[in-house]
């Protein structure tokens, strides 16, 4: 389901989080469309973290890349990956009043970006929004074979040793599926939604010391209440 928004009516990152909180979330039309549409799926993409699944060629990978990962660092640059053309999709939905929104959430603590690094030069990564014990993925990129992969491993580690107990996906992909991603209906979905948002989530608690096979080793322990 979608809305157009009124454009009379200014979003504020206050009201995006309220939203988020509703289980309503922004998109454009295009990166040219000044508008945002509100859309509530009837079915959306969760990625249970209970049972959250590395495949195995992928751990491999993770455990042996020298590439680094990064958190929070570079908000514009992870946006501009994520907004860029690509095979299969020359437009994007990421328009002018999408980064102005999310550079604000950035600026507030909110908004969070996971980036993998070769040397100097961003290759892949992701950024989303945390609220309580909820985190809603909005987009990722990938330069290189794997690299949002590995920013996602990355993420569902920092979520559980932070507490968190929702990741929402919006949609189910291939790429998504892959990893234990499932779709639920709205109204199941608005349930942990409403238990994620009384759990006090920290999404530092991961610390960067922490390395590849202690990332892994986080998602495979699972643990309930969160580990540094």
């Known amino acids: 389901m979608t809305s157009r928004d009124d454009l009379i009516v200014e979003i504020t990152p206050q009201v995006l989080l309220k939203a988020y909180s509703c289980g309503i979330f922004p998109m454009a039309e295009s990166s040219d469309d000044p508008a945002l549409y509100w859309i509530e799926p009837q079915h959306r993409g969760i990625l249970p973290l209970y049972k959250a699944h590395v495949p195995r060629r992928l751990a491999r990978t993770v455990r042996t890349t020298p590439f680094e990962v990064r958190v929070d660092t570079d908000f514009e640059g992870t946006i501009d990956g994520?907004?860029?053309?690509?095979?299969?999709?020359?437009?994007?939905?990421?328009?002018?009043?999408?980064?102005?929104?999310?550079?604000?959430?950035?600026?507030?603590?909110?908004?969070?970006?996971?980036?993998?690094?070769?040397?100097?030069?961003?290759?892949?990564?992701?950024?989303?929004?945390?609220?309580?014990?909820?985190?809603?993925?909005?987009?990722?990129?990938?330069?290189?074979?794997?690299?949002?992969k590995i920013a996602l491993v990355h993420l569902i580690a920092r979520l559980i040793a932070g507490g968190f107990t929702l990741l929402d996906t919006q949609f189910v992909t291939d790429h998504l599926r892959q990893f234990g991603t499932i779709e639920v209906e709205r109204d199941d979905f608005q349930s942990e939604l409403d238990a994620a948002l009384k759990v006090s989530g920290d999404f530092n608690r991961l610390t960067m010391t922490k390395t590849s096979a202690d990332v892994l080793a986080v998602i495979d322990r699972k643990p309930t209440h969160g580990e540094s």
């Open 82 to 148: 994520c907004a860029a053309s690509r095979p299969g999709r020359l437009s994007t939905w990421i328009n002018a009043r999408i980064r102005s929104l999310y550079r604000e959430l950035f600026a507030l603590g909110h908004c969070h970006t996971v980036e993998v690094w070769d040397g100097d030069r961003l290759i892949g990564g992701l950024y989303g929004v945390a609220l309580g014990g909820a985190f809603f993925g909005e987009s990722m990129f990938s330069c290189e074979r794997d690299a949002s």
